[in-house]
């Protein structure tokens, strides 16, 4: 004989767990980012070693079934609450977050390099997406009736950084015009928007809690900038060493003042950290390449075991914080 008492909680937890897409951050596909940019780092650190390459294939693999994962339940979301879709793209703050979408499509790109017909789709995809996200959130910069000065913050650069993203493969398949297209954009809009953040982050109020760890992605316009341009101009000049410095310089500013990151609880904006100092690894990694300077080496070492903690350390709360149901909440 069936009990109502057995069947009713797991039917109520049923409905909590759908209600709890309503509120699925766009935000969780920072964690894509920070997953793929981890496994090009893994695989570009230690080519020729084979338990490097597993552990770079399977942290591959875990960030492209994320991105799947988190294709459909915001797919879910967007069928069956549309009005909270349209609440995060209007919002000051998450609206920057949505081109995280297509620069994790970008760097799986890059990741699958090796299988054509996996990277290319992705690639074109994610380049398509970019164009359009950023033409979306550019005209509500400036079509905007709500946005203030306070609001200005690093993850503004997120969708200038998607630009920048996509020479890396552009190139590779052959786009290079298509890639300097994106790359303009990006670079132009880099400056503008960091005379403006900076001038927000000098003269007015400190960040949030909450988006402390965002000034991280103040590294990866540079860092990515470097990887991009080395790859439209085939090697390395001035300009290049001015990107990988401006980018070295930043990570000095941010790592003398490790003491106020550290005191930060965890947020899923957490995951800021990662995808950019990924960045900056990859960056090193080329710099010491092409510059063939053994310190540049051995910084790179250090920048993956870094990563790597950091990442892992990013995992671990994430599952812990799922678990206890403080993921998919209500703001």
Known sequence: MSSPVITAPSEAQSRNGLKRVAYLPITLFSIVMGLAGLA?????????????????????????TLLISLLGAYGWKIIRYPHEVRAELHHPVRLNFFPTLPIGMLLLSVFWQ???????????????????LTLYVMSSWLNHSHFTIEHANPGWFIPVVGNIVVPINGVYFGYEELSWFFFSIGLLFWLVLLTIVMYRLLFNEQLPLRL???????????????ISYTGLIGGLDNGARLFYYCALFLMMLLASNIVRFWRVPFFISSWAFSFPLAALSLATIKMAELSQQPWLTWLARLLVIILSMIVLWLILRTIQAARKGKICTPE
């Open 40 to 64: 090009i780092v893994w695989e570009k650190s230690f080519q020729t070693s084979q338990v490097a390459h597993g552990i770079s294939l399977a942290i591959g693999i875990l960030a492209s």
């Open 114 to 132: 090796s299988i054509p017909a996996l990277a290319m789709p992705l690639w074109s995809a994610g380049t398509l997406l970019q164009l359009i």
């Open 212 to 226: 402390t760890p965002t000034y991280f992605i103040l590294l990866a316009p540079p860092s990515v900038g470097f």
